[in-house]
């Protein structure tokens, strides 16, 4: 059975920093490539980063870059995004999600979830 599960989220302060974890299992996972991507209340679901696993070439949104990084652990079978230098518009749930081979394909599998709050 495939699963992603995401921590790592909470309430934080504008400027400061979180940590999301994406545990994966299920799946072989050099095979696929793992992606970020936040909703926030009212808006659409937008991609924010993601790492093909199979090389650990990374992407990144434009809101992203040079503020969050992420990277993966494949003996914990892990993807992490480090998100610093916060801002109030980064509130959103995060989700994780992971599609075979590339970026670009499809994401089919994905977790629950996690809330990220930044307040002013």
């Known amino acids: 059975e495939v699963q992603l599960v995401e921590s790592g989220g909470g309430l934080v302060q504008a400027g400061g920093s979180l940590r999301l974890s994406c545990a994966a299992s299920?799946?072989?996972?050099?095979?696929?490539?793992i992606g970020w991507f936040r909703q926030a209340p009212g808006k659409e679901r937008e991609g924010v980063s993601c790492i093909r696993e199979s090389d650990g070439r990374t992407y990144y949104a434009d809101s992203a870059k040079g503020r969050f990084t992420i990277s993966s652990d494949n003996a914990k079978n892990t993807v992490y995004l480090q998100m610093n230098s916060l801002k109030p518009e980064d509130t959103a749930v995060y989700y994780c999600?992971?599609?075979?081979?590339?970026?670009?394909?499809?994401?089919?599998?994905w977790g629950q979830g996690t809330q990220v709050t930044v307040s002013s």
């Open positions: 299920g799946f072989k996972f050099d095979d696929y490539a």
């Open positions: 999600a992971s599609a075979y081979s590339d970026c670009a394909e499809n994401f089919h599998f």
